[in-house]
């Protein structure tokens, strides 16, 4: 007879086996039958993924979901894969560099209820004139900051395929290093939509530049110039440290 404590034990081990097997299926290519087999239940999950993404598109194309217009002028940062671009860093240094002219809020999903905790910790290093909202409904946490703190600029952290959130910029970061994996949807692969959708983004940030050869990015960038997006090309380099308990006193990297 399993306690409560033994049930949640077993469930997280549980997740960790899925995660890995996942892990190594998608990312390391084993060879085997068994292998096969996990390869195989993921594509059949793939193919319903892809049928849920086209409907999603389907009902906010014909008005049956609704997309709403925030009083700010919108800009959403996210990407086309699971797995971190640089988003984050990527986000406060937009948000830095816009709130000198206005001021800016940052609205994310948040996940759980750790999201408060998140929301005090992130705070905590950005400047003056930026606030940060988590709240899964960005449109009325946007609203918020709008009315109650004279935001100007909304950035959309993760945002890309946020479609109930109207925007007036797309900004897409794709990793040079791993930019769409091996092609193929989740749970199959590390795409969250097909590549077709990076027709909606305006323009396109390459991140981590500097760990791919010349060659690499080249080939990479070819494959983006079909779309006909501004490329912008990016690396990730501290620049310096910040004291938590007094963000205002840092030690220059540079």
């Given at each position: 007879?399993?306690?409560?404590?033994?049930?949640?034990?077993?469930?997280?081990?549980?997740?960790?086996?899925?995660?890995?097997?996942?892990?190594?299926?998608?990312?390391q290519?084993?060879?085997?039958?068994?292998?096969?087999?996990?390869?195989?239940?993921?594509?059949?999950?793939?193919?319903?993924?892809?049928?849920?993404?086209?409907?999603?598109?389907?009902?906010?194309?014909?008005?049956?979901?609704?997309?709403?217009?925030?009083?700010?002028?919108?800009?959403?940062?996210?990407?086309?894969?699971?797995?971190?671009?640089?988003?984050?860093?990527?986000?406060?240094?937009?948000?830095?560099?816009?709130?000198?002219?206005?001021?800016?809020?940052?609205?994310?999903?948040?996940?759980?209820?750790?999201?408060?905790?998140?929301?005090?910790?992130?705070?905590?290093?950005?400047?003056?004139?930026?606030?940060?909202?988590?709240?899964?409904?960005?449109?009325?946490?946007?609203?918020?900051?709008?009315?109650?703190?004279?935001?100007?600029?909304?950035?959309?952290?993760d945002?890309?395929?946020?479609?109930?959130?109207?925007?007036?910029?797309?900004?897409?970061?794709?990793?040079?290093?791993?930019?769409?994996?091996?092609?193929?949807?989740?749970?199959?692969?590390?795409?969250?939509?097909p590549?077709s959708?990076?027709?909606?983004?305006?323009?396109?940030?390459?991140?981590?530049?500097?760990?791919?050869?010349?060659?690499?990015?080249?080939?990479?960038?070819?494959?983006l110039?079909?779309?006909?997006?501004?490329?912008?090309?990016?690396?990730?380099?501290?620049?310096?440290?910040?004291?938590?308990?007094?963000?205002?006193?840092?030690?220059?990297?540079?």
């Amino acid at each position: 007879k399993f306690t409560r404590a033994r049930r949640i034990y077993f469930s997280v081990l549980t997740m960790k086996f899925i995660r890995q097997v996942w892990f190594m299926a998608v990312h390391q290519n084993p060879k085997g039958f068994f292998w096969w087999e996990v390869r195989l239940v993921l594509r059949a999950l793939s193919f319903f993924y892809y049928i849920g993404i086209k409907l999603r598109l389907l009902l906010y194309w014909l008005g049956i979901f609704r997309a709403y217009k925030l009083p700010a002028y919108v800009i959403s940062v996210g990407n086309l894969t699971v797995g971190g671009t640089g988003k984050t860093p990527f986000v406060l240094y937009l948000a830095e560099k816009l709130s000198k002219s206005n001021k800016v809020g940052i609205l994310s999903r948040g996940y759980g209820a750790g999201a408060k905790a998140t929301e005090d910790d992130e705070n905590m290093a950005l400047p003056a004139n930026v606030i940060r909202a988590i709240n899964p409904d960005r449109f009325s946490a946007g609203e918020k900051l709008i009315k109650e703190q004279g935001v100007q600029t909304i950035i959309l952290d993760d945002g890309f395929q946020h479609l109930s959130l109207r925007r007036d910029v797309d900004i897409v970061l794709i990793d040079a290093t791993n930019p769409f994996g091996r092609g193929r949807l989740m749970p199959a692969g590390i795409l969250r939509e097909p590549l077709s959708a990076l027709k909606r983004a305006d323009i396109f940030v390459l991140t981590h530049v500097d760990l791919v050869t010349p060659e690499q990015l080249n080939v990479l960038e070819e494959k983006l110039k079909k779309y006909n997006k501004k490329i912008v090309k990016t690396i990730h380099k501290p620049q310096y440290l910040v004291n938590m308990a007094q963000p205002d006193k840092t030690i220059d990297l540079s």
